[in-house]
């Protein structure tokens, strides 16, 4: 059983979230929850792991384990019943460099790329950065919820729209897409010729009673032919660190045209500790998943009481997937900057405002779920003494 109560002290240790955060707002006594980034400890077999390769003393190029296919293969296997060839995996560092490179393999600069809106900003990143245009297409909101706006995207693709980039679940808005948008979607790419480059990064954070479906279910093979799937450990073992991603490719052709750009780039072994990663957690850290989620789970029942109470007028978004709530703090505050003010300079509590995920979102927050309960307490405990003051 993890110990998730007990508060992992990552200041000093170069963590991008907090050390990194504390130099941008200038002050060490803020609380982050921002960044997608859990405060929990990785599982024990992983430490072991680390701890294992580290004793060995020699630290030279690595070669992939064949566990890491295998394991690969039965994890999708076993979690979201879709067979995957071993042959059809591929190994990247991160998943926002295999985008970026997918795009550079597939497609050429002036180019459009379709994004929805919110969207995790990295991603649109990777288009720009390679010359690409993101042709940006909000998503409908529906009540506590959103949807994909189909007739938006059928009006705004064009003869230069090439590749499409889907989140699932999606960041920041927690929506698991049913197999009827899945399939909707496949059938538009089809229709349009479009390569889609699909992130299932937070596949493993479902929230109890709903469900994750992958992409990789549609099995038309006209759309399986251009299909990329991009995953990783990283989220569900709290593995950034280590660097350590994949993609599903079924059509050889494409896993040719990403291994060429792997090979431009000089990407050739991954780390020893990549592969101690690779190799360890979906062979056996299953346990982990089941008791991570179910924390998250209480901590979004804790945060949403609480906000409820504090917040009159506050609208928290229907969560399904992610370790993420997204917040609508429009009739709260007169505009994002005072809610962003108040957040960081009244009750030195860090967050991700919704304009960091798209213009038309200003007024919404991102807030990571995945802290110790006594940490959310201590926020809670801020928020009303700010409100006080």
């Known amino acids: 059983m993890m110990d998730f109560d007990t508060p992992v002290v990552r200041r000093g240790t170069d963590c991008a979230k907090w050390d990194t955060f504390d130099k941008i707002y200038g002050g060490t006594d803020l609380i982050h929850v921002g960044c997608a980034d859990m405060d929990f400890k990785s599982p024990p077999e992983v430490c072991q792991a680390f701890a294992d390769a580290a004793a060995h003393g020699v630290f030279g190029y690595t070669d992939l384990s064949d566990d890491f296919y295998t394991g690969v293969a039965s994890w999708y296997q076993r979690r979201h019943q879709v067979k995957i060839g071993t042959d059809e995996i591929m190994f990247t560092p991160r998943i926002n460099i295999a985008c970026g490179l997918c795009i550079e393999a597939l497609t050429r600069p002036g180019d459009e790329v379709i994004l929805n809106a919110p969207a995790y900003p990295p991603l649109a990143q990777a288009a720009q950065d390679n010359g690409r245009f993101i042709i940006e297409t909000p998503f409908r909101e529906e009540g506590d919820s959103f949807v994909l706006d189909l007739e938006s995207l059928e009006a705004k693709v064009s003869a230069k729209t090439k590749f499409m980039i889907l989140v699932n679940p999606h960041n920041p808005t927690t929506r698991c897409w049913t197999v009827a948008e899945l399939q909707q979607i496949a059938d538009f790419c089809v229709r349009h010729d479009l390569y889609l ?193």
């Open 197 to 389: 480059f699909c992130d299932e990064i937070h596949a493993d954070f479902i929230k109890a009673g709903c469900s994750f479906h992958s992409i990789l279910e549609i099995s038309d093979p006209a759309f399986q032919s251009r299909l990329i799937v991009a995953n990783s450990p990283a989220k569900t073992f709290n593995v950034m660190g280590a660097l350590a991603a994949y993609l599903i490719i079924r059509n050889p052709k494409l896993r040719q045209a990403f291994y060429r750009e792997m090979q431009r780039i000089g990407e050739h072994n991954p780390s020893l500790f990549a592969n101690a990663v690779l190799k360890t957690v979906y062979q056996h850290c299953e346990y982990y998943v089941a008791e991570v989620n179910a924390y998250i789970d209480q901590n979004e029942l804790f945060i949403r009481k609480e906000f409820a109470r504090l917040f009159p007028g506050l609208e928290i978004k229907r969560r399904e997937g992610t370790y993420l709530l997204w917040m609508d703090f429009r009739k709260v505050f007169a505009s994002e900057e005072q809610m962003f003010d108040f957040f960081l300079n009244q009750a030195r509590v860090e967050v991700y405002p919704g304009s960091h995920f798209g213009r038309s979102f200003s007024g919404f927050m991102r807030f990571n779920l995945a802290e110790s309960r006594s940490t959310l307490q201590e926020i809670i405990e801020r928020i009303e003494k700010a409100q006080k003051a």
